[in-house]
């Protein structure tokens, strides 16, 4: 089963040509090529891995913030202060994307002699899937995790104004074997991107997933769109994004909940915060023992006895693993409003759209 659903009318588009389609509009904002590279790489990877909600689906959103609304396309993050083990990065108003992997690299550096370290960011935006962040660390046998703030869109519990955000959390943990776990969540049933997803679909949304405008639970993805997303664990859910968001935002010294705007308004510029930590494994144990044990605990959850109904049960990250490995071989699906964007995006600056019709 999918990530997300997908339809027999989204056409599909091999991954190494969306990429260099997305870097190409990214330069025609202004980005250098190896920005607009790694941006393109954090939405197409989203798109691999089936989160569509921070895929390609965001270029023109990105066109408009990098062209329109005030990002600074041109920016290089940089460390401001560095006590030990702990960072931090002023992204300088550059794309979230920018200043969230620049600051993932630095901790990695640092953990590498200190165990674990810390870049806490400021002067950023929007960044895309929590992630891609989160993996970074890895390929170094390192725990990677990340977090940022959001745009507030649910209530505290028990209120109806929109004043905390979902600010997720994503810690990734590396395996022998197995597919890397990987959780990426945020504290809501679900998030705009994915009801926007829905939305372009005509599909109505899972129910436990939002509030319309009123306050109502609903499984209409146009009216959750203009009303408030539900806290998962009700008031643990809101607990858990103030605590996230706190750590990416008041730490650093970003904007916090409305501070950083609203869904009508949209962002400050330059208001985010984000959090991102790295823990080296070998400084408290033997990577290959610690890989191992991780490897049992997911065989153990892969043999356990399934519910009537279910085929396959997933440590986090399985699925998306598996989707991202399909994806590679026959294609990104793209839904038609997500490539009317992409169409429009390009053909505005001058740039051939040929290969989003090729399968």
Known sequence: MPVYPESEDDQTVGPAALRSLVQSIFQYCGMSAGDALLLSDTLVTADLRGCHSHGVLRVPEYVKKLTVDGVDPKAAPAVVADQGAALVIDGRNSMGQIGCVYAMRQAIERAQQSGVAISSVRGSNHCGAMAYFAMMPLEHNMIGVATTNS???????????????????????????????????????????????????????????????????????????????????????????????????????????TQLGNMVDGPQPGGDGHFLMAINVSAFEDPERFKRRVDKIIRQIHDSERAEGVDKIFAPGGLEAETEQRHKQTGIPLDAITHKGLVECAEAFGIDVSVLSHS
């Open 151 to 257: 745009l507030p869109t649910m209530a505290p519990w028990g209120g109806r104004e929109k004043i905390v955000g979902i600010n997720p959390l994503a810690v990734a943990i590396p395996t022998g074997r197995e597919h890397p776990v990987v959780l990426d969540t945020s504290f809501s049933g679900s998030s705009h991107g994915k009801i926007r997803v829905y939305h372009q679909k005509g599909l109505p949304i899972p129910a436990g997933w939002a509030f319309d405008g009123s306050g109502r639970p609903t499984t209409n993805a146009a009216e959750a769109i203009d009303g408030l997303l539900q806290p998962i664990g009700g008031y643990k859910g809101t607990g858990l994004a103030m605590i996230m968001g706190i750590l990416a935002s008041v730490l650093s010294g970003a904007c916090y909940g």
